[in-house]
């Protein structure tokens, strides 16, 4: 029986019951070995048609401005500050009951942080604080304001 | 007077509950208690839990089909059917679940996976927990190739996508499917983290990786519409749901349809969630779900849960070490759609290992490349037994 022929009896709710276990374990096999051999090629094919996309739509990466006061040779180079640990305060105004969602989502965001590479914070702690700041206040006021 | 009596008894629902009915009832209350009281998946459990609430009480007709008859070349409607039976033409005809794919897609952000292409490798390799379990299903030799096929594409984790194809080829399988693949995606982070622990090491799942690139407007534009092309190419029964997910995710990019991204990601998809959950929900009756054969969705459908995880970790670790590092194998699990749980869950479990890791966002690619990847492995199914 020809692997195609197999395919279709298996296809067919009417024939598949003939087909003894080995047949049928191996039209399966080829079933998982086509998906998947189509499935890796689709998304390889995406992943080159993306890849190529960059590349057309790069633009041209921005030369830093030369400084027109350099700093003096003699000065000496600022030593490299050690991270401090940041200690996000976080006040949520909504109340949540999901305890794990919090710290991914803090986390993502200080990893969002333009001016520090990600490796140089160290989460140590998130806690609540308990009043809410004036900005906070105006803040809820304003999104109650714009929405009621 | 004590006929009419009788007669008015005989027509109570209490007089025709069955132990099949009561036990469904059972379920429905379980399922909704989980929902409401565990989280699991409320959006979607609460539905779909009342739906099978509301289907398996006794003459109540939720899902009858209309009686229709054709007198004097006249059609007359005998009985009109029941209301969840309209709703259900929306699974039926394959209407609802790219509806949901086109909120979906208002919502996603394809940046991280832009920013990383390598991404969609582990969007495909984490497909490979839906044609082992389809090899399962079928060894099992209780199940057909339609059924089987159903059954594995609960490991994509994609709710639409199962509803999508089971609707497709077993229709009759839908209500067992649908409540398996959204109740295994509430419980990722509990069928995940074993698994990503036990196939890496600490020092793997402690790696960091770089921080990703800027990705232009210019490119998130022009991402959704090649994927559509390019999908549509090479799959077609799959443009369905990619189609719909894209054109989505160009209104939310293009940044001149902002009114449609807002109807698209709130009131549309909410609207549907809605008819759709009650819909599935209502097609598992006492007949079609108290059988042998639920129990071994059951079970396929969480092994497929647990081999595209495998799958996708191992591909990860393995890209880790032929690209000389910089990838933590741990953002390979969330390849199986179920976004943005499995992305949170990498997150989690990799700040477990090492505070100062921030896997989420490069987890995320992964993430959304498994969505058009449980498509493209349905495109594909749908192929070859429709």
Known sequence: ?148 | MLAALAEFIHSMGIFNLTLGHILMIGIACLLIYLAIVKGFEPLLLIPIAFGVLLTNLPLADMMAEPIIEIKDKVIHTVQPGGLMYYLFQGDHLGIFPPLIFLGVGAMTDFGPLIANPKSLLLGAAAQFGIFITFLAAIGSGLFTAQEAASIGIIGGADGPTAIFLSSRLAPHLLGSIAIAAYSYMAMVPIIQPPIMRLLTTKEERAIKMTQLREVSKKERILFPILVTIVVALIVPPATTLIGMLMIGNLFRECGVAGRLEDTAKNALINTITIFLGLSVGATATAENFLRVETLAILFLGVTAFAIGTAAGVLLAKLMNKVMGGGINPLIGSAGVSAVPMAARVSQVVGQKENPSNFLLMHAMGPNVAGVIGSAVAAGILLSLFK
Do not use: C, H
Not at chain 1, 93 to 114: G, H, N, R
């Open chain 1, 1 to 148: 029986m020809g692997i195609s022929e197999l395919l279709a009896q298996l296809a067919d709710p009417a024939t598949i019951k003939t087909l003894s276990f080995a047949d049928r374990m191996l039209a399966g096999l080829v079933v998982t070995f086509l998906g998947m051999g189509i499935t890796f090629i689709a998304l390889v094919i995406l992943q080159i048609v993306i890849t190529l996309l960059a590349r057309f739509t790069a633009q041209p990466s921005r030369q830093p401005a030369p400084t027109s006061q350099p700093a003096p040779a003699s000065q000496p180079a600022p030593a490299p500050q050690p991270a401090p640990a940041v200690r996000p305060v976080v006040d949520t105004p909504v109340a949540t009951t999901d305890d794990d969602e919090i710290p991914a989502v803090i986390s993502a965001v200080l990893a969002m942080y333009p001016t520090r590479a990600t490796g140089d914070i160290v989460i140590r702690n998130i806690r609540k604080i308990d009043s809410t700041p004036a900005w906070g206040k105006a803040g809820i006021v304003d999104q109650m304001n714009s929405r009621f």
